[in-house]
């Protein structure tokens, strides 16, 4: 992990595991001859919502959750621009249209109240509001900054460009 402090060598599992609260963090695996940039979420992380960052009782006692209670989201934080897979709350009186509540519980900022698909975490937004007001970066810099956090060599393939601009202005 290129985020967390200190040498770390896990095995993907291992490193699911370890950032279970930490969703953002960029990792990398050994591919035979290098380190290679991966995601979290190529490992297999499924990033549950509510319940500490564990799974959801309900789920767990429902092996084959209905397709409602996962989804993909597009997340801007300080680190980039990432989509994890996430499952949401399935609990009884948890109420879908209610996804908008439990992303702030989060600490996320979601673009819509309802069926959020992007938000954006408070630390990337506290990191604009700083931008904008000290070095007077404007809404699409900062974005193309983030462009280049999540994939320096080719910023243009953040897959996420064709709708997310449109939000920043």
């Known amino acids: 992990c290129m985020s967390c402090t200190g040498v770390h060598a896990w095995c993907g599992p291992c490193a699911v595991k370890a950032h279970r609260n930490l969703p953002f963090h960029k990792v990398q695996r050994w591919n035979g001859t290098h380190y290679q940039a991966t995601s979290l979420m190529d490992l297999g992380f499924l990033w549950h919502v509510g319940h500490g960052g564990g799974p ?9 959750p209905e397709e409602s209670s996962r989804s993909q989201m597009t997340i801007v934080h300080t680190e980039g621009i990432f989509i994890p897979e996430v499952s949401w709350c399935s609990c009884p009186g948890s109420d879908p249209i209610d996804l908008h509540i439990s992303l702030l519980r989060e ?14 975490t408070f630390e990337v937004l506290n990191h604009f509001l700083i931008d904008a007001l000290e070095c ?12 280049r956090f999540t994939n320096n060599a080719f910023p243009d393939r953040v897959p996420v460009e064709s709708h997310l601009p449109s939000i920043c202005y």
């Open 107 to 120: 600490r996320l900022f979601p673009t819509s109240i309802s069926k959020p698909k992007t938000a954006f």
């Open 56 to 64: 959801c009782p309900q789920a767990q006692e429902n092996p084959n």
């Open 136 to 147: 007077k970066t404007s809404a699409m810099s900062f974005y193309q900054k983030l462009k």
